[in-house]
C-alpha cells in the first residue's frame, strides 16, 4: 500500500543563539485541539509565551492559553495526535 501522506521528515535546522529547540506536540479529541511545547536536546523551557499549552477550538478554529493543570488533565482524556521539532525565540 502507497501512503501518500508519507514524507521524509524535515531536514534538522539547527537553532541559533536567539533560539531555544522545542518539541511541538498536538493532541485532539471528537471537539478540540490542544498544542503543547517542551523542551529539546536537553534545553530548559523559555520563560516565555512560546511555551503556553493552547486550546484549539474545533468549531472556531480560536486559540485560548490554558493553564498547566488543564493542559495536564486534558492530555489523560485527548489522543495524541503528532510531533515537530521548532524553536522558541529567546
Known amino acids: 500500500m502507497w501512503l501518500p501522506a508519507c514524507t521524509d521528515a524535515p531536514a534538522h535546522r539547527a537553532a541559533n543563539h536567539h533560539e531555544t529547540p522545542v518539541m511541538r506536540v498536538l493532541y485532539r479529541d471528537g471537539h478540540d485541539s490542544m ?5 529539546r536536546d536537553g534545553h530548559a523551557m523559555p520563560a516565555d509565551e512560546c511555551h503556553a499549552a493552547l486550546l484549539i477550538d474545533g468549531q472556531s478554529g ?28 529567546t
Open 62 to 89: 480560536a486559540a485560548r492559553q490554558i493553564s498547566p493543570t488543564e493542559a495536564a488533565a486534558r492530555t489523560r482524556t485527548m489522543q495524541l495526535s503528532g510531533a515537530t521539532p521548532g524553536v522558541c525565540p
Open 35 to 39: 498544542l503543547l511545547t517542551f523542551p
